[in-house]
């Protein structure tokens, strides 16, 4: 079986606009919020909570909102575009307020800031499970986990681009005497990023097309079907894979808590325990994500043959011991050092390994109409654990340490090894000879 690489990468597109956005999202809005606002831990952790929180409600309902849309240029791609749009110009409206109250403080300012914070979120909120939607729609069952080894592969680039942008742009050594800190640049960049690169996919993707050749083909191979019909002839999932999936979106939802955890408070946490400011913390996380984004490949070529579920639980495995290790180098350092570097990229092979495979393990139990569905579930259950996450964190190293955040994150990560045992379906099947012309003919 072969699976059009060029044609993923352009899909690809729409998750680099996501990541790029998610990761300013987290590094800058915290210390935003800290440092200009003055809000406490605590406050700062359910704002950023927020996000998450419409994203539970969001998400699935935009998911299988596409699912039933029909329009010429597809099901996916409207909702988008619209969502692009919206988000280009509110994300910079933010850092106009954040000056502004910097520059002469006021209530109605930080009032201001969190209603603009909210419709970006919402705006986020309309096109992210289209987007990720869109992969699966235009791949067969057998290569998505090929096909989200590169999508999470382009969705890393995008991190790694705004990582490389904060690092230059704001190095601790022009930050460190600053009162406050201009970060409409960065938002620009971004937004710009996020703009051409979703202008790209639309001129490049042919959703409806893609579709239509997809859906061919898996009716050709009604073996990949997971469902059975029940005496009404409806499409149902059996006891066994309805209880696979349940472990599969509690063990989604642990390592989520673990690794949100560290994502959303790191750059405060480095800032608060060493010293470093957002320059250093950006490397830091750069140096991960860079380890992610060689990994990507390999890992999704090896999924078929070693199996995503041996994936998951070795990278699971490897997160938790990178925590633990995190806790140790960073117990009384006062900057970051080369371990800590190498430790990030294996935090970030470990995610590597986790993320090719989790999403592909969950649409791999739906019928194709339900993909966007589906791909929901799996976002409801890693937003319902980024609600939390970063509220308890934040309590949690306000009352009793900042240096309990790593010993938390190395908690759940344990934790969803535990549950992924219980995971008994979702793998990719068996490669066969059987329709393997009609693969080739999809790369044309």
Avoid at 127 to 136: E, K, W
Avoid at 172 to 200: C, D, R, W
């Amino acid at each position: 079986m072969k699976l059009n690489y060029k044609r993923t990468f352009f899909v690809g597109l729409a998750f680099l606009s996501i990541c790029a956005f998610w990761q300013m999202y987290d590094g800058v809005v915290p210390l935003i919020l800290t440092k200009t606002f003055h809000l406490d831990e605590t406050f700062t952790g359910a704002i950023m909570a927020a996000d998450n929180v419409l994203a539970l409600f969001l998400l699935p309902f935009f998911g299988s909102v596409s699912d039933r849309t029909h329009t010429k240029i597809g099901k996916r791609m409207p909702f988008i575009l619209f969502g692009t749009g919206c988000a280009v110009i509110l994300m910079n409206i933010l850092p106009l307020l954040d000056n502004s109250y910097a520059g002469s403080a006021a209530p109605f300012k930080l009032v201001s800031f969190v209603v603009v914070l909210g419709l970006l979120l919402v705006a986020m909120g309309i096109y992210r499970s289209p987007a990720v939607a869109l992969m699966p729609d235009v791949t067969a069952k057998p290569l998505r986990s090929k096909a989200n080894a590169v999508i999470n592969l382009m969705g890393a680039i995008g991190g790694v681009i705004y990582l490389g942008l904060a690092a230059v742009l704001y190095p601790t050594s022009k930050t460190e005497a600053l009162s406050h800190v201009n970060y409409q640049p960065l938002f620009m960049i971004v937004s710009a990023i996020m703009f051409v690169a979703v202008g790209l996919l639309f001129i490049l993707i042919k959703e409806p097309k893609l579709v239509a050749e997809t859906q061919e083909l898996e009716k050709q191979h009604p073996e990949w079907n997971l469902a059975k019909k029940d005496e009404s002839g409806n499409e149902v999932l059996p006891a066994p894979v309805k209880k696979s999936l349940a472990f599969l979106l509690a063990s989604i939802a642990l390592w989520f808590i673990a690794y949100n955890g560290i994502t959303t408070w790191f750059t405060t946490y480095v800032d608060q325990v060493m010293g470093e400011g957002l320059g250093g913390a950006s490397t830091c996380l750069l140096v991960g994500t860079v380890g992610a984004v060689v990994s990507y490949i390999p890992i999704g070529l090896f999924g078929n043959k070693i199996g995503r579920k041996k994936m998951i639980m070795t990278g699971v495995c490897i997160l938790a011991l990178c925590f633990f290790l995190g806790s140790l180098l960073t117990w009384n350092a006062h900057k970051i050092t080369i371990p800590m570097y190498v430790l990030f990229v294996f935090v970030g092979f470990a995610w590597a390994l986790i993320n090719v495979n989790s999403l592909p393990m969950v649409v791999e139990m739906c019928k194709g109409s339900d993909i966007g569905k589906f791909t929901g579930y799996y976002y409801t259950a890693s937003m319902a654990a980024q609600v939390v996450t970063p509220v308890i964190a934040g309590f949690l190293m306000k009352h009793i340490s900042y240096r309990i955040l790593f010993p938390y994150s190395t908690f759940f990560a344990a934790l969803a090894f535990v549950t992924m045992l219980f995971v008994k379906h979702g793998d990719a099947k068996a490669e066969t000879k059987k329709g393997l012309e009609a693969f080739e003919d999809m790369d044309d």
